[in-house]
């Protein structure tokens, strides 16, 4: 704002962009160019004033810059370098980039590991921290997406609203077993076609 009003004093046009809020809080970005114009009649200067909505576009830009984030961090995981410890990173970052609640690895058979199965919760009280599902993707080698409710771990009467999203795991044209996600059916950006071929890479 500070650059919006040195600029009008100026008599210079500037151009700038501002997030606005609507009624029920919902942010939303606009272009905003301000450019003065002489009244030659009356001999002072006004101001034209043009706003753009470009939601769209910096939606799509941040989308954009996450998954750019999350090649990266593909990039770093090669198979040479994929300890246990390493898988747990891997998985931390999975639900962070997919607001997953909780991810899984559940492998058809445990080599070259010690276990089949590896997790990540963000409330490990909530989720019992494995993958139930598991099979419903790795039979067919198929994703599977559901909704379903999840009894809370810590206090069984309480159930819980979530999208199950299952991805094969894939080596050439082997299923070698699934990665499945729990994400939180209301309050989450829902997954769209290119987040889950990210996940499946």
Wanted: with cysteine; glycine share 6%; charged share 20%.
């Amino acid at each position: 704002m500070d650059r919006i009003r040195a600029a009008m004093e100026a008599l210079q046009p500037v151009t700038s962009t501002l997030v606005n809020y609507r009624k029920d809080g919902a942010p939303y970005w606009i272009e905003m160019t301000i450019e003065p114009a002489l009244n030659e009649v009356q001999g002072y200067y006004q101001y034209i004033i043009l706003q753009r909505d470009i939601s769209a576009r910096v939606q799509h830009e941040s989308k954009l810059r996450r998954q750019i984030g999350f090649l990266h961090h593909i990039n770093g995981w090669s198979r040479h370098s994929m300890a246990p410890d390493r898988l747990q990173q891997a998985l931390a970052y999975v639900a962070e980039f997919c607001e997953f609640e909780q991810v899984s690895i559940t492998l058809k058979d445990a080599a070259p590991f010690a276990e089949r199965r590896f997790h990540f919760a963000r409330h490990p009280a909530r989720m019992a921290g494995h993958d139930p599902l598991a099979d419903r993707v790795i039979a067919p080698a198929q994703p599977f997406t559901t909704s379903l409710t999840w009894p809370d771990a810590g206090s069984p009467h309480l159930q819980h609203p979530y999208i199950y999203v299952g991805l094969p795991m894939l080596a050439g044209s082997r299923c070698i077993g699934a990665l499945g996600g729990y994400q939180p059916a209301t309050g989450t950006r829902a997954l769209q076609t290119d987040d889950q071929e990210l996940l499946q890479l």
